[in-house]
């Protein structure tokens, strides 16, 4: 069996700063346009439909979620390789787009976000008429 020194990292990251103390993380985001909308996919590890807090104000949307890990209540962690207990991203959303019809999906640890187009800038066909 192993000496308890060799599993106990010398600086523990289940030691570092408590939560709140800490400033949040930017989700890598990817953002995908098609003709009736936009798309951003935002990986949050970690982080719970609960525990997640999407706000629009104004013309800004705001993306925050707290890292839960599902330890038993009488376990603790010795070392955790997750330091991030939040992240946060603000958007600016054009006004292009339908922000009362936004569509939020949360699988897997990445956050789906999808935002319609207003009709007004939805590509349209003109018709021509002979006159």
Avoid: Y
């Amino acid at each position: 069996m192993p000496d308890r020194n060799e599993l106990t990292p010398s600086s523990s990251p289940a030691a570092a700063t408590a939560p709140s103390e800490t400033r949040p993380v930017a989700p890598a985001v990817d953002i995908f346009e098609d003709a009736s909308g936009i798309t951003l996919l935002a990986d949050m590890p970690g982080v719970s439909r609960d525990s997640l807090d999407i706000r629009l104000d104004g013309d800004t949307l705001a993306v925050e979620g707290r890292v839960e890990l599902d330890l038993p209540q009488e376990m603790r962690a010795l070392w955790a390789e997750m330091q991030i207990p939040r992240f946060r991203r603000a958007f600016t959303l054009s006004r292009e787009l339908d922000a009362a019809r936004i569509e939020a999906s949360l699988k897997d640890g990445v956050l789906r976000l999808r935002v319609p187009k207003a009709a007004h800038a939805k590509p349209r066909r003109i018709e021509v008429s002979t006159a």
